[in-house]
């Protein structure tokens, strides 16, 4: 289940997500508690563990801006719930609880928002978490190779992941063909994997809520 909060500090290129930027229906930690244990299924007494959604990701905009993300990823723990968090890694992430797996962006030359990434989150990464580059041109390639090299990202973290830019539907920014970039993945050898947006391959890349 996705948790998503509104407002993001940066302004990628090819943000898909720049509906998440404004609006939403303001909701306090308990009313966003009270409605992911009404989607989960999770009954009186029970474990968000058993419930039949047991994972919650926490995502935007930008999810780290609000105070209000430390209680209620305490309190979605503490209910027993899994739970996983997107950020852009321009905030730093070393104050959430120890058990959120941290899915931490870190910005390409290419997305606009280059040198944004908070340097001190290398230090609060392990080895649930994922580090994530958005790919759109070579450059950004290069950018990502390299930094994940000069910083061992794979051995301080589960996965790292390299995922194209999924072209724009109403053509305001083009994409980065997937075969190319495995292309370059496999020559160079790297420790890394390909993510891809599923969602966008399974169902029409402009539906929301899947
Ligand atoms: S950090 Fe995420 S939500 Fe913010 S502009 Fe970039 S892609 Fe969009």
Redesign the pocket.
Known sequence: MFVRLTG?N???TW?D??Y?FHGGTKMSVEDVLARVDALAGRADGLSGAQAKVPLVELT???PLLQEEIYPLAEKLIAAGYAVMIET?GERYAGRLPREVIKIMDVKCPDSG?ADTFEMRNLEVLNAKDEVKFVLATRRDYEFAREFTVEHRLAERVKQVLFSPVFEDPAGKWPGLEPRKLVEWMLADGLPVRLGLQLHKFVWDPTTKGV
């Open positions: 993001c940066l302004r990628c943000c997500t720049a998440a935007g905009g930008e852009s928002e």
